[in-house]
Structure formats: C-alpha cells, structure tokens
C-alpha cells in the first residue's frame, strides 16, 4: 500500500450461516495481530458496524437472495478496491441456491404466510452481479485461505490459486483411499484441495464444498458411483449439494436428474 492510512478492510454478509464469518474469528490470536495491522470498519459478527465506504477489502459471505442483498454487493462493489467472496453460498450459491433446482414451490411448503417473504426468484453467486477479484471456496473457509489473501492483496501479489485435488492431498497425507479401500463414494477426485483431505482423514468421502477443480472428470466420476451402487438420484445429489451452481456439478448432477434424463 502506498497511502499512511491503515488498509481499510470490511466483512459483509448476504443469505448465509455466518460458518465462514466463524472462520474469520476462529483465526483467534491472528485475527488480533490482524487488526493492529487494518483497520476492520465492518465485521457484524465482530462487533465494528461502520459505513460500507472508502474500502481496500471487501469479503463477502452469503449468496444473493434478496433485492437488499442484491443493492448491497452493487454498493460494495463501488466502494471496494478488492472484492473477495469468502466460502460456498457466495462463491457458487450455496445450499440456498437449491431451491434454484425446485420445481415446486417451496415458500408454500416452509412458511404459513409466504406472502409475507421477500426473496429473489433464484438464489446466486455474487459474481453473477459483479465482478469479483477472488473466489475463496470451502463450506466453510478456514483461517488460513483469509489471512493468505489478505497478505497477498495488500502487498500487491497475485493470490496463489489452489489447483490440485482432494485426492492429491490423500496421498500426501497418507490417507487410504476410503472409495477404494471402504467403497464409501467421495467427491475427492473432482473437487479442489485446501482442506487438508479433511472428511478423508476421518473416514468420510468427500462432498465438495471446495468446488470443482481444474478439468473435473465428473462423468468418469459418476459412473464409478454407479458402479458402487447408487441409484442416479443418489448420483445426482452428490453433484447438485453444496456447490449445486458450479457449473461441472451442475452439469453432472443434471445428467443423472429423473427429469433431464429422458427415461
Ligand atoms: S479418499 Fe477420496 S479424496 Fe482421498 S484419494 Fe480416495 S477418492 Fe481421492
Ligand atoms: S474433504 Fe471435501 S467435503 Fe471435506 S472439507 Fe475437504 S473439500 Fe470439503
């Protein structure tokens, strides 16, 4: 930074869990070393409620749900040299963005009185409304993936991006495969590492709320699921989860969807 001032630095949440907000504050010691170095205006979670003005990062945790969500990122936006989405629902959508996936309508089946309910007819990722400067991928993100961009953003460097796979982690760690050993299917194949092979290590296959990595091979995927005994509806919920907007997954799991199936 060339400027006296402190690094201004913002935490904004749209339709979320405040999972990844948790992250943040999970940082713990860090976070204290963090803001001796910026100055946090605004982190609800925190406590700082300052304006939305004048910022060099902006993370954003939430999908765009609402039309207040959706005045929120466009102002944020102008007002942020650095847009960061930080974790699932604001990077692809979320849980949230399963109802995209509905045909039914699910307001009805929730609430009494959905008229009284305010929402967006889809539920999306905040690059569909603007541009974003980096995508930090994870159900939640952890400590780590946040204070790497904040380092990598204020000294003007091009933030690593994660390109291997769960599985890669596995063999680095020496995790046994739990899909070929156990036959417990696992995303791992498709999906970016920066976990640390977490569900892996703890005898669980993968999910993939780190998101599809690089030339995902979903189909090869898909039928090694099929050959360990899902049935295509099964298939198609491992893809249409956490990350059911990413387009790899949402193709994929659309592929095995009774509907797209053409039976
Ligand atoms: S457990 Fe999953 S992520 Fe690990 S090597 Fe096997 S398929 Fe890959
Ligand atoms: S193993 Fe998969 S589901 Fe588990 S934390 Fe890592 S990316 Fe997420």
């Given at each position: 930074?060339?400027?006296?001032r402190?690094?201004?630095?913002?935490?904004?949440?749209?339709?979320?869990?405040?999972?990844?907000?948790?992250?943040?504050?999970?940082?713990?010691?860090?976070?204290?070393?963090?803001?001796?170095?910026?100055?946090?205006?605004?982190?609800?979670?925190?406590?700082?409620?300052?304006?939305?003005?004048?910022?060099?990062?902006?993370?954003?945790?939430?999908?765009?749900?609402?039309?207040?969500?959706?005045?929120?990122?466009?102002?944020?936006?102008?007002?942020?040299?650095?847009?960061?989405?930080?974790?699932?629902?604001?990077?692809?959508?979320?849980?949230?963005?399963?109802?995209?996936?509905?045909a039914?309508?699910?307001?009805?089946?929730?609430?009494?009185?959905?008229?009284?309910?305010?929402?967006?007819?889809?539920?999306?990722?905040?690059?569909?409304?603007?541009?974003?400067?980096?995508?930090?991928?994870?159900?939640?993100?952890?400590?780590?993936?946040?204070?790497?961009?904040?380092?990598?953003?204020?000294?003007?460097?091009?933030?690593?991006?994660?390109?291997?796979?769960?599985?890669?982690?596995?063999?680095?760690?020496?995790?046994?495969?739990?899909?070929?050993?156990k036959?417990?299917?696992?995303?791992?194949?498709?999906?970016?590492?920066?976990?640390?092979?977490?569900?892996?290590?703890?005898?669980?296959?993968?999910?993939?709320?780190?998101?599809?990595?690089?030339?995902?091979?979903?189909p090869?995927?898909?039928?090694?699921?099929?050959?360990?005994?899902?049935?295509?509806?099964?298939?198609?919920?491992?893809?249409?989860f956490?990350?059911?907007?990413?387009?790899a997954?949402?193709?994929?799991?659309?592929?095995?969807?009774?509907?797209?199936?053409?039976?």
């Amino acid at each position: 930074m060339t400027t006296s001032r402190k690094p201004r630095i913002a935490v904004v949440k749209l339709a979320s869990c405040d999972g990844c907000q948790l992250a943040f504050l999970g940082l713990g010691e860090k976070l204290l070393e963090l803001a001796s170095q910026v100055e946090i205006v605004h982190f609800a979670e925190a406590g700082p409620l300052g304006a939305l003005t004048d910022l060099d990062i902006t993370f954003i945790e939430g999908s765009v749900s609402t039309r207040e969500d959706q005045d929120t990122v466009h102002s944020v936006r102008r007002q942020s040299r650095f847009l960061v989405t930080i974790g699932a629902c604001a990077t692809s959508g979320g849980i949230q963005a399963l109802r995209n996936l509905s045909a039914g309508n699910l307001l009805s089946s929730v609430y009494p009185s959905p008229e009284y309910v305010d929402f967006l007819a889809h539920s999306t990722p905040v690059s569909s409304e603007v541009g974003v400067d980096l995508e930090l991928w994870g159900c939640p993100v952890n400590g780590t993936q946040i204070l790497t961009a904040i380092a990598s953003l204020l000294f003007g460097a091009a933030p690593a991006a994660e390109r291997d796979k769960v599985c890669l982690e596995c063999k680095r760690r020496q995790i046994p495969c739990v899909m070929v050993a156990k036959g417990i299917p696992c995303l791992g194949p498709v999906t970016l590492t920066g976990c640390g092979a977490l569900c892996p290590s703890f005898d669980r296959g993968c999910y993939g709320c780190y998101g599809p990595s690089e030339n995902p091979e979903t189909p090869s995927l898909a039928r090694r699921f099929a050959g360990l005994g899902l049935l295509p509806d099964d298939i198609a919920r491992r893809f249409l989860f956490v990350n059911s907007q990413a387009p790899a997954f949402l193709a994929e799991g659309r592929r095995w969807t009774k509907e797209d199936r053409h039976e």
